[in-house]
């Protein structure tokens, strides 16, 4: 059997984050690979504490680069403060954005199966993750069948969220688009019990318009139309969304 070896968070990062001024950090429950702890250690678990199968947590500063593509794939990653984007590089220098990744998220699941990064992952704001090497996913999955599940259980939301992406930049008109997005991020936020009408934006408009398939001016005009009909209101990267309602209704078409 492989060995397990337990390895304490790093300290000076921890330290270096509490200086920092950028979201708490989420609560272990809320967190995407929250499940996977909690089979590991049992229900009763307190997973603030280097007992699971986090074996490391890092501080990437904004503009920093997580991994890079065609690098192999040894560890998983979950948001624990911050926000990430992905993307991917065409031959010709270009960039397309594939998601954009907040707190009690995963990244690099995708990638398990090619062995090796197909995206690369930069971080947005000041951002903590937790490190879970696969090769200590592989040896609980084994121990552990309820693991697998787990597995299945955030495979399948991934699976979800793609679809929906497919959706939004093949049907959609830009007020959709835009609309459907922020409507994402505000359920995304309050399923990791942060506040869903208030929330920091750390995307720019460019890269909201890349990932949205429209031009940064048509984000930003549609972005004040929305602001002048009293749907939500801006200050700096802060949005407040003041009319879910009628989100709804724009972003169903």
Excluded: W
């Amino acid at each position: 059997m492989t060995a397990i070896v337990r390895m304490r968070p790093n300290e000076s990062v921890l330290a270096r984050a509490a200086d920092n001024d950028f979201c708490s950090p989420i609560s272990c429950n809320d967190c995407g690979i929250y499940g996977l702890c909690k089979e590991v250690n049992g229900p009763d678990v307190d997973l603030r504490l280097p007992e699971t199968i986090v074996r490391n947590r890092r501080l990437f500063e904004r503009g920093e680069l997580l991994y890079r593509t065609d690098e192999p794939v040894r560890t998983i990653y979950a948001v624990r403060s911050g926000s990430v984007k992905t993307y991917v590089l065409t031959k010709n220098g270009r960039m397309q954005i594939t998601g954009f990744h907040i707190a009690g998220e995963l990244l690099g699941l995708g990638a398990i199966a090619a062995h090796y990064f197909t995206t690369e992952a930069m971080a947005l704001e000041t951002t903590m993750v937790c490190e879970v090497p696969i090769e200590v996913l592989e040896v609980y999955s084994k121990e552990i069948p309820t693991i697998r599940q787990q597995m299945l259980k955030i495979l399948s939301r991934e699976i979800l969220d793609n679809q929906e992406l497919m959706l939004l930049l093949g049907k959609k008109s830009a007020d959709e688009r835009l609309a459907t997005l922020l409507l994402s991020l505000s359920q995304r936020f309050r399923r990791r019990n942060y506040s869903p009408t208030e929330f920091n934006l750390s995307m720019s408009r460019s890269d909201i318009g890349n990932y949205l398939g429209i031009a940064e001016e048509t984000v930003c005009r549609v972005f004040t139309r929305f602001q002048s009909e009293g749907l939500l209101a801006t200050k700096q990267r802060q949005v407040q969304l003041l009319d879910l309602d009628r989100l709804n209704n724009i972003a169903r078409g």
